[in-house]
T-cell receptor, first 117, second 114 residues
Framework: AQKVTQAQTEISVVEKEDVTLDCVYE???????LFWYKQPPSGELVFLIR??????QNEISGRYSWNFQKSTSSFNFTITASQVVDSAVYFC??????????????FGTGTLLAVQP | DAGVIQSPRHEVTEMGQEVTLRCKPI?????LFWYRQTMMRGLELLIY????????DSGMPEDRFSAKMPNASFSTLKIQPSEPRDSAVYFC????????????FGEGSWLTVV
């Protein structure tokens, strides 16, 4: 069965520290997509990144980077030199090809990141 | 381009009242989703539409919940009668009809039933 696990419920760091948010997924599909969303205190869900199961290349976008490893079924998210504005709940999500062209997202429970000044 | 637009942003209502949440998806998107977020259950899919047709409503909790999409640019989620346990954030989202395409979310409707 499909599942997304974010074992870290809360993380607190001091500004400028690097922080990694873990995401482990389960799926029987060979074709699937992984996402990260950010939910700041204002409440909206902001799309950050999408990866497909055939592209294991790591991605960097500014201070954000993502490490996709199929061997460990993980899609971890690292923020370098964290800032207070990074404080939010971060969700990892999975979409499986077997769900058809529906793009149904299965969400993890989220990790609350608190960046202290 | 405008994103997914939801209204109202916040609603406080009394138990037993009817609640209607509204959504305008991103223009050109074929899929529309309604999600609910609660502390206990996290983010869960309630129902989704493809080209205005409801495809899967298995996530709708009870008959008190209903959703419609009369046209490509408008959808409603209705709760009648509302109960305190319906208090949650309701998100509308939309995407193109491409497998693995990004789902874009609205800002959510924060519902409190007292």
């Amino acid at each position: 069965a499909q599942k997304v696990t974010q074992a870290q419920t809360e993380i607190s760091v001091v500004e400028k520290e690097d922080v990694t948010l873990d995401c482990v997924y389960e799926t029987r599909d060979t074709t699937y997509y992984l996402f990260w969303y950010k939910q700041p205190p204002s409440g909206e869900l902001v799309f950050l990144i999408r990866r497909n199961s055939f592209d294991e290349q790591n991605e960097i976008s500014g201070r954000y980077s993502w490490n996709f490893q199929k061997s460990t079924s993980s899609f971890n998210f690292t923020i370098t030199a964290s800032q207070v504005v990074d404080s939010a709940v971060y969700f990892c999500a999975l979409s499986e090809a077997s769900s058809g062209a529906t793009n149904k997202l299965i969400f993890g429970t989220g990790t609350l990141l608190a960046v202290q000044p | 381009d405008a994103g997914v637009i939801q209204s109202p942003r916040h609603e406080v209502t009394e138990m037993g009242q009817e609640v209607t949440l509204r959504c305008k998806p991103i223009s050109g998107h074929d899929y529309l989703f309604w999600y609910r977020q609660t502390m206990m259950r996290g983010l869960e899919l309630l129902i989704y539409f493809n080209n205005n047709v409801p495809i899967d409503d298995s996530g709708m909790p009870e008959d008190r919940f209903s959703a419609k999409m009369p046209n490509a640019s408008f959808s409603t989620l209705k709760i009648q009668p509302s109960e305190p346990r319906d208090s949650a954030v309701y998100f509308c989202a939309s995407s193109l009809r491409v497998l693995g395409n990004t789902i874009y979310f609205g800002e959510g409707s924060w519902l409190t039933v007292v």
